[in-house]
């Protein structure tokens, strides 16, 4: 399972594996909304909590789509079917270390973002409390949609289409913690709710992903 | 260890591709797979690996351990007896040879020795002076010999090989034949289907008849969903 999870790290680094790019896309969107609202401090500060969520689960969309296609195209898939560890713990595996490439950068670079969309100076730590907890359920989620889509030429749409409501939840219990705690009100309710939802999808997700796996290459 | 496909059929996108095939393979035998494009050789594979359900009968492993294995019930307790090799070989362009052939020797055997393992492997395929190389890099020949070169590092003791020699030149195939052989006298089995003569003494045949056109109903099946599935 460690070998499943540092294999994907590496091949994240390496040439065309994609690290780093949620990243910039995730400066790029928040950049862009800063220009495209015209740059008025009380109009970031008041959709800084929304948007920041927001980008940060569509850069995580944004390289959900190779998590197991890269692998069912070159037939690694079927080999790691044989493995000796269970196909859930291979799917832990793998969705682990796209949080690790995706979710853990977005989470340190928060802060700085946060400045660019003039967020109330005293949410910044319950930002990246809120990240740290509710991204990686963006990736566990993500993986039941990337299980289902791995065989389709493409599938990054229907990826979406498929995933995007499922983060609604997480998305709203993560914006919220922050709206709340910019309006200097008690976050914790809405980060109990995350948890929540963080602690159940690392609990179903993986048996749900293996078992679309499991048709998907039958 | 024996292991024994009793009237196996499968269906794939609605389609009969075999039924009824028998047949058992002992510790130290190979299985040719003959047949012509479309017999359902690689279905055969798939269904025996358990990554394609069967749709009747069923496929049991004894003298592993002191009960009798079947498929459907103890997947994963088979599964991790097998190592399988298919169209595509698994290469990670980004990792070097020798990067790729280690993470196989750890997912499909043990972490200890699993460097001697690789060298040894690497050497028996002639792929020692690239193993540093990126496998992007790779000819399609030396993509197939990183393929098979899994084998050989695995702790695997039943092989399932499709096709495995294609893009292989003369001396590639007789190094393969070589390691199939060496599997076998250790105690291992191998079921293969191929196109070629690999030149194995022990290998007994098992021919698929092309499927035959449109969909045909199994008379003799015993699940009466089966039969309705056909027709979709």
């Given at each position: 399972?460690?070998?499943?999870?540092?294999?994907?790290?590496?091949?994240?680094f390496?040439?065309?594996?994609?690290?780093?790019?949620?990243?910039?896309?995730?400066?790029?969107?928040?950049?862009?909304?800063?220009?495209?609202?015209?740059?008025?401090?009380?109009?970031?500060?008041s959709?800084?909590?929304?948007?920041?969520?927001?980008?940060a689960?569509?850069?995580?969309?944004?390289?959900?789509?190779?998590l197991?296609?890269?692998?069912?195209?070159?037939?690694?898939?079927?080999?790691?079917?044989?493995?000796?560890?269970?196909?859930?713990?291979?799917?832990?595996?793998?969705?682990?270390?796209?949080?690790?490439?995706?979710?853990?950068?977005?989470?340190?670079?928060?802060?700085?973002?946060?400045?660019?969309?003039?967020?109330?100076?005293?949410?910044?730590?319950?930002?990246?409390?809120?990240?740290?907890?509710?991204?990686?359920?963006?990736?566990?989620?993500?993986a039941?949609?990337?299980?289902l889509t791995?065989?389709?030429?493409?599938?990054?749409?229907?990826?979406?289409?498929?995933?995007?409501?499922?983060?609604?939840?997480?998305?709203?219990?993560?914006?919220?913690?922050?709206?709340?705690?910019a309006?200097?009100?008690?976050?914790?309710?809405?980060?109990?709710?995350?948890?929540?939802?963080?602690?159940?999808?690392?609990?179903?997700?993986?048996?749900?992903?293996?078992?679309?796996?499991?048709?998907?290459?039958? | 260890?024996?292991?024994?496909?009793?009237?196996?059929?499968?269906?794939?996108?609605?389609?009969?591709?075999?039924?009824r095939?028998?047949?058992?393979?002992?510790?130290?035998?190979?299985?040719?797979?003959?047949?012509?494009?479309?017999?359902?050789?690689?279905?055969?594979?798939?269904?025996?690996?358990?990554?394609?359900?069967?749709?009747?009968?069923?496929?049991?492993?004894?003298g592993?351990?002191?009960?009798?294995?079947d498929?459907?019930d103890?997947?994963e307790?088979?599964?991790?007896?097998?190592?399988?090799?298919?169209?595509?070989?698994?290469?990670?362009?980004?990792?070097?040879?020798?990067e790729?052939?280690?993470?196989?020797?750890?997912?499909?055997?043990?972490?200890?020795?699993?460097?001697?393992?690789?060298?040894?492997?690497?050497?028996?395929?002639?792929?020692?002076?690239?193993?540093?190389?990126?496998?992007?890099?790779?000819?399609?020949?030396?993509?197939?010999?990183?393929?098979?070169?899994?084998l050989?590092?695995?702790?695997?003791?039943?092989?399932?090989?499709?096709?495995?020699?294609?893009?292989?030149?003369?001396?590639?195939?007789?190094?393969?034949?070589?390691?199939?052989?060496?599997?076998?006298?250790?105690?291992?089995?191998a079921?293969?289907?191929?196109?070629?003569?690999?030149?194995?003494?022990?290998?007994?045949?098992?021919?698929?008849?092309?499927?035959?056109?449109?969909?045909?109903?199994?008379?003799?099946?015993?699940?009466?969903?089966?039969?309705?599935?056909?027709?979709?």
């Amino acid at each position: 399972m460690t070998s499943i999870f540092w294999r994907d790290l590496a091949l994240a680094f390496r040439i065309g594996g994609g690290a780093g790019q949620a990243l910039v896309f995730f400066l790029l969107a928040v950049t862009l909304l800063a220009f495209g609202t015209g740059g008025e401090p009380d109009v970031l500060r008041s959709v800084a909590p929304g948007a920041l969520w927001v980008f940060a689960l569509l850069s995580c969309l944004l390289s959900l789509d190779r998590l197991f296609q890269a692998d069912v195209e070159d037939g690694s898939m079927d080999g790691l079917m044989l493995a000796s560890t269970p196909l859930e713990a291979v799917v832990l595996a793998k969705a682990a270390a796209h949080w690790v490439t995706t979710g853990l950068p977005m989470i340190l670079a928060a802060p700085i973002l946060a400045a660019l969309l003039n967020l109330e100076p005293a949410a910044y730590g319950m930002l990246i409390l809120s990240l740290a907890i509710g991204t990686p359920a963006l990736s566990l989620i993500g993986a039941i949609g990337a299980a289902l889509t791995a065989s389709v030429r493409r599938g990054g749409m229907l990826l979406s289409l498929l995933v995007l409501p499922l983060y609604i939840p997480t998305l709203v219990a993560g914006a919220m913690a922050v709206r709340a705690s910019a309006a200097g009100f008690e976050a914790w309710p809405y980060l109990g709710m995350l948890s929540a939802i963080t602690l159940g999808c690392a609990a179903l997700a993986p048996f749900a992903s293996a078992a679309a796996l499991r048709i998907t290459l039958s | 260890m024996k292991l024994e496909a009793h009237a196996i059929s499968c269906i794939r996108g609605g389609r009969r591709v075999f039924s009824r095939i028998s047949f058992a393979i002992e510790a130290g035998e190979v299985l040719i797979l003959r047949g012509p494009n479309g017999a359902g050789k690689s279905s055969l594979l798939r269904c025996l690996s358990g990554l394609v359900p069967l749709a009747g009968g069923s496929v049991t492993l004894s003298g592993l351990s002191e009960e009798v294995l079947d498929l459907s019930d103890d997947r994963e307790t088979m599964q991790s007896q097998l190592a399988a090799i298919g169209h595509l070989d698994a290469v990670k362009p980004g990792f070097t040879v020798a990067e790729n052939l280690r993470f196989w020797a750890r997912i499909w055997g043990e972490n200890d020795n699993a460097e001697a393992r690789v060298a040894a492997a690497l050497t028996r395929f002639g792929l020692d002076h690239i193993a540093q190389g990126l496998a992007a890099h790779c000819s399609a020949g030396q993509k197939r010999r990183l393929g098979l070169a899994r084998l050989s590092v695995a702790a695997r003791p039943i092989w399932l090989l499709d096709e495995p020699t294609v893009s292989l030149d003369a001396a590639s195939v007789a190094v393969f034949a070589d390691l199939v052989r060496a599997h076998c006298a250790k105690g291992g089995m191998a079921i293969a289907a191929t196109h070629i003569d690999l030149g194995l003494e022990a290998a007994r045949e098992l021919v698929l008849e092309a499927a035959p056109r449109g969909v045909q109903m199994d008379e003799a099946s015993d699940d009466p969903f089966l039969d309705e599935g056909a027709w979709i």
